[in-house]
């Protein structure tokens, strides 16, 4: 299909962290390289990312959702659960429901609807192994509302490129300039369009892996800030993503997107 009206809902991955454009500040991520591969098939697509970091699957249904259906889009992507599963109080069937409620509603609204499974973080983070049984229950969830509503389904949980830090930023957790360029093939290999082949193939040399020392900076530079962070917010009753706003909210064209990559 020549889409037209493309438009992304989700958290940080959907906003594009980690991923910023060259010389500049804003993020570029999968959803702006899918956009640039629409263009080039349709010079007419309209392009617009409602994503906002922190947010999870409720807040996403309650504050992207109503823009999205107001710009009725013909494709749409839903990237989120991950603010979800890090949030206390996990409670896996609450998860489900907000997840069949997203995934309804944007079928509801677009001819074509997107979603992804979450990777695998136990082997890039010590202390993922305690966070899968949430993962593999959120992905089980996105994947029944995937067949239940027709949407098309990105599979990133068998993705051998998680066990790669290659693929991510420094914090493990956001996809790195790699890792958004892989994630874009995906999209465009699921939706039966032309993608640059090199974001497929493996790159070069053997994964890169954590050793302890690695393991110990990591978790001084990124995991104790992050928890400190986490923990003043619940304090003050603060969400993750408060203050930010959408990097495009309304449909423009592609062209306008600064530092276009091929």
Request: some cysteine.
């Amino acid at each position: 299909m020549n889409y037209e009206r493309f438009v992304v809902v989700g958290d940080s991955c959907a906003e594009g962290l980690d991923d910023p454009y060259p010389g500049g500040s804003q993020y570029r991520g999968w959803a702006d390289l899918v956009a640039n591969g629409l263009a080039e098939r349709n010079r007419a697509v309209r392009y617009a990312n409602l994503a906002v970091r922190g947010r999870r699957l409720d807040q996403i249904s309650t504050e992207q959702l109503p823009d999205a259906e107001r710009l009725r889009p013909d494709l749409a992507a839903l990237f989120g659960g991950g603010n979800d599963v890090l949030a206390p109080g996990w409670n896996a069937s609450i998860v489900a429901t907000r997840v069949d409620t997203a995934v309804r509603r944007l079928t509801e609204s677009a001819d074509t609807v997107v979603t992804f499974t979450l990777s695998d973080i136990s082997d890039r983070m010590p202390l993922g192994r305690r966070l899968r049984p949430r993962i593999e229950a959120l992905n089980e969830a996105i994947r029944g509302a995937a067949e239940t509503y027709g949407a098309v389904l990105v599979d990133l949980w068998p993705d051998q490129a998680a066990r790669d830090l290659r693929y991510f930023g420094r914090d493990r957790l956001h996809l790195g300039e790699h890792g958004h360029r892989r994630v874009a093939a995906h999209v465009l290999d699921r939706l039966g369009l032309p993608y640059a082949r090199p974001w497929l193939d493996p790159l070069a040399g053997p994964p890169a892996r954590p050793g302890p020392r690695a393991q110990a900076d990591w978790l001084l530079r990124e995991v104790l800030p992050a928890a400190r962070t986490r923990l003043r917010n619940r304090i003050i009753g603060r969400s993750p993503g408060d203050g930010f706003l959408p990097k495009r909210p309304e449909l423009l064209p592609v062209t306008t997107m600064a530092g276009r990559s091929h």
